[in-house]
């Protein structure tokens, strides 16, 4: 946890950094973000986190997801304890630049294909993070600048991640 860093921030780039360590082509993985203060009061076992900063998030990694076909699906499935106080999904896209989106094909499985042989097309990883209070941070890491030092960072770079996560953790 860096101090100075927003909690959610710090625990995002935590999350991100552990994710690039496992390399590209990963399926999508999920983290539930509490409270560490909280974690550490009803798991004594779990004394040594961290005590530096009583607004510090840890991350649990949730294994055995349901089966989805899409991380829409899988997102539409879930909700969330009280506990739980933010959420954090890391998923691999393709993207192109927008020129060479007009020229894709009309159908989904055309599209992906012409998507996945594109001369210009970027591999990047998303790590999106939510609060339950609405607080938002988005990282991408592309793979042909694949080094800690040049993620951006950025509130805005994933809306449609950010609202689809912010409402599973609605009551």
Known sequence: MNPLLPPLLSCARDIERHVAAAGWDQPARLFALVPTAQ?????????QLSEEDDDAL???EQEDLPPADSVETLLAQLAWPPEVDGIA?????IVLPPQAQADLPRTDAEALAAVAQHPDRQDVRLL???RRDGSAT???RQRAHDSDDQVAVGQDIAP???EALSATLQD
């Open 128 to 130: 999106v993070a939510v």
């Open 160 to 162: 449609g991640l950010v």
């Open 89 to 93: 999904l890391a998923v691999e896209r």
């Open 58 to 60: 840890s991350a649990i």
């Open 39 to 47: 974690l550490r009061a009803a798991q004594p076992h779990l004394a």
């Open 138 to 140: 988005c990282l991408l």
